[in-house]
Each structure stands twice: as C-alpha cells, then as structure tokens.
C-alpha cells in the first residue's frame, strides 16, 4: 500500500454515475457540490488501477473515495482550511 502527499491540490466533486460506479458516492458521503476540497493524499491499491483520494467531508470525517468523482480545481497556496466554497 502507497500513500502519496501532495499540498496544495483542491478538487471539486463531480460524481461519475456511469456504469458501476466507484462506491462509495460522494455526495451520499458527506461531501457537497461548490465546494472545494484539499486532497490530504493519494492511495494507489497496486493490485488495481484504481486511485483513492484521501479527503475531509463536510463532517469532519476521513474518506478514501476514487479519484473519478473529483476534478482538479487548481494549486492553491498553503491555506488554513482544507475545505473552499466556490464563488458564484
């Protein structure tokens, strides 16, 4: 097991709802549309393709969810929240 660091990445939701989804689903999970979350890891399971990010939702809770429900937002400076609200 790989668990990877890298500072500064936020991501958005954008949950895949295509044929047999990736559980589990974010939005079921704690996590919202228009907001912004700081990826506090990466795991990569070697005996698959497939990569979960490590994230804080909305309670306050630590999730490994896959990496095809999320979006890259942009490299933010070191910021004092790991959660942003996007601006309408």
């Known amino acids: 097991m790989s668990v990877y660091i890298q500072p500064n990445v936020y991501v958005r939701v954008e949950e895949y709802l295509g044929e047999n989804p ?9 996590f919202s549309l228009g907001r912004f979350y700081n990826v506090l890891g990466l795991h990569a399971a070697s005996e ?5 990010l490590i994230l804080r939702n909305d309670r ?4 490994f969810i896959s990496n095809r429900h999320f979006r890259i937002v942009d490299a933010h ?10 601006k309408e």
């Not at 990736?22 to 704690?30: D, I, T």
């Not at 400076?77 to 996007?86: A, F, G, K, N, T």
């Open 48 to 52: 698959t393709s497939e990569a979960f």
């Open 60 to 63: 306050d809770e630590m999730w």
């Open 22 to 30: 990736p559980q589990p689903l974010p939005l079921a999970s704690g």
């Open 77 to 86: 400076p070191i910021h004092d929240s790991s959660m942003l609200v996007e």
